[in-house]
């Protein structure tokens, strides 16, 4: 009787397993959060604890095979605060198709700019995310265009187009361009990326302002160590009221399941009277499989530090946080 049973089972669910083999949808995602305590250095603000949803994450991805080499692919991401609950804003989101010549996507998706040194922020979505302690501007834009090139020998160039017709209603094509190369050889990485803001920042209309910026970086990975270098001019003053020079240097050294990672960042403005800002973190991670991690870090930030409630202020933060990938 069992064994009728058993096999009733398996019977009834083959179409299903059919079915989900033929549609090849795959549900990832990321829990991360952290426990952070801040003190806005000589602000008369009190230090605050808080417990921080860092870019948690949950969504779904697949691809249908079209035959001649030809895909379709599409993903749907999207937020989670794991401290507070609920979703948030979106992530990337988008339908596109893949081939030999590239990939070709549309929808919400991160700018060349962005995706050009991503690798070399080695505190992701932590308290030391290089883009609060150093400054950089990085977006994720709506309505986006994007063409990726195959691999040329290490070599793949991005591009992307965004439309303004939702912002401002002029219609132009190009409200936005961004353009990126990044090679990648053994342990070295190089990266170099421009990016034209038209009327749009992140799906936001400031007013009709445009605003460029330029990056460059560096990787390079010896065995158990690795040293990274950014550089960007950001004539942003539509966003962030002025220009700014942004460097950034980091490094880290994996010994067994840990890692050691340090960095150092600085903004320097071109704003009469405007002081340059410098900042730094180390951190240890532990690495308990290749999905889940601990880490603590010390950072001190002179123009503040990622997802806290103090923006631009001189502040110094201890974070403790658990990540896990699924």
Same mark, same amino acid.
């Given at each position: 009787?069992?064994?009728?049973?058993?096999? *009733?089972?398996?019977?009834?669910?083959?179409?299903?397993?059919?079915?989900?083999?033929?549609?090849?949808?795959?549900?990832?995602?990321?829990?991360?959060?952290?426990?952070?305590?801040?003190?806005?250095?000589?602000?008369?603000?009190?230090?605050?604890?808080?417990?921080?949803?860092?870019?948690?994450? *949950?969504?779904?991805?697949?691809?249908?095979? *079209?035959?001649?080499?030809?895909?379709?692919?599409?993903?749907?991401?999207?937020?989670?605060?794991?401290?507070?609950?609920?979703?948030?804003?979106?992530?990337?989101?988008?339908?596109?198709?893949?081939?030999?010549?590239?990939?070709?996507?549309?929808?919400?998706?991160?700018?060349?700019?962005?995706?050009?040194?991503?690798?070399?922020?080695?505190?992701?979505?932590?308290?030391?995310?290089?883009?609060?302690?150093?400054?950089?501007? &990085?977006?994720?834009?709506?309505?986006?265009?994007?063409?990726?090139?195959?691999?040329?020998?290490?070599?793949?160039?991005?591009?992307?187009?965004?439309?303004?017709?939702?912002?401002?209603?002029?219609?132009?094509?190009?409200?936005?361009?961004?353009?990126?190369?990044?090679?990648?050889?053994?342990?070295?990485?190089?990266?170099?990326?421009?990016?034209?803001?038209?009327?749009?920042?992140?799906?936001?209309?400031?007013?009709?302002?445009?605003?460029?910026?330029?990056?460059?970086?560096?990787?390079?990975?010896?065995?158990?160590?690795?040293?990274?270098?950014?550089?960007?001019?950001?004539?942003?003053?539509?966003?962030?009221?002025?220009?700014?020079?942004?460097?950034?240097?980091?490094?880290?050294?994996?010994?067994?399941?840990?890692?050691?990672?340090?960095?150092?960042?600085?903004?320097?403005?071109?704003?009469?009277?405007?002081?340059?800002?410098?900042?730094?973190?180390?951190? *240890?991670?532990?690495?308990?499989?290749?999905?889940?991690?601990?880490?603590?870090?010390?950072?001190?930030?002179?123009?503040?530090?990622?997802?806290?409630?103090?923006?631009?202020? &001189?502040?110094?933060?201890?974070?403790?946080?658990?990540?896990?990938?699924?």
């Amino acid at each position: 009787m069992k064994k009728k049973l058993l096999a *009733l089972a398996v019977a009834a669910a083959l179409p299903m397993v059919s079915q989900a083999a033929t549609a090849d949808v795959t549900i990832y995602g990321k829990v991360h959060t952290s426990i952070d305590y801040v003190n806005p250095n000589g602000s008369g603000l009190d230090s605050i604890y808080d417990v921080t949803s860092r870019a948690s994450r *949950l969504g779904f991805k697949g691809s249908e095979d *079209l035959g001649d080499g030809l895909k379709l692919i599409w993903k749907m991401e999207t937020t989670y605060n794991t401290a507070e609950g609920g979703f948030g804003s979106g992530r990337n989101t988008y339908i596109g198709l893949a081939g030999g010549w590239g990939t070709f996507l549309y929808g919400r998706h991160d700018t060349p700019m962005k995706m050009s040194t991503g690798k070399l922020d080695i505190f992701v979505d932590e308290m030391g995310d290089y883009n609060a302690t150093a400054g950089f501007v &990085d977006i994720r834009a709506n309505d986006a265009i994007a063409y990726v090139s195959p691999n040329f020998s290490g070599l793949t160039l991005v591009g992307a187009i965004v439309p303004d017709a939702d912002y401002d209603g002029n219609g132009d094509f190009g409200g936005a361009y961004s353009i990126a190369a990044m090679y990648s050889n053994g342990g070295l990485f190089l990266a170099a990326a421009w990016e034209q803001l038209d009327d749009i920042i992140d799906g936001v209309n400031p007013g009709n302002l445009d605003s460029d910026h330029w990056r460059i970086g560096a990787g390079y990975d010896m065995g158990a160590f690795h040293i990274g270098v950014v550089y960007a001019e950001q004539n942003l003053e539509a966003l962030t009221g002025t220009n700014t020079s942004n460097v950034l240097i980091n490094g880290s050294w994996k010994f067994g399941n840990n890692k050691l990672k340090a960095e150092w960042g600085q903004i320097d403005p071109d704003a009469k009277g405007a002081d340059t800002t410098n900042a730094w973190a180390i951190g *240890l991670d532990h690495n308990f499989s290749k999905r889940t991690k601990m880490y603590v870090q010390y950072a001190d930030s002179e123009s503040g530090l990622q997802s806290t409630n103090y923006k631009g202020l &001189d502040q110094t933060g201890v974070s403790f946080g658990m990540v896990h990938k699924f």
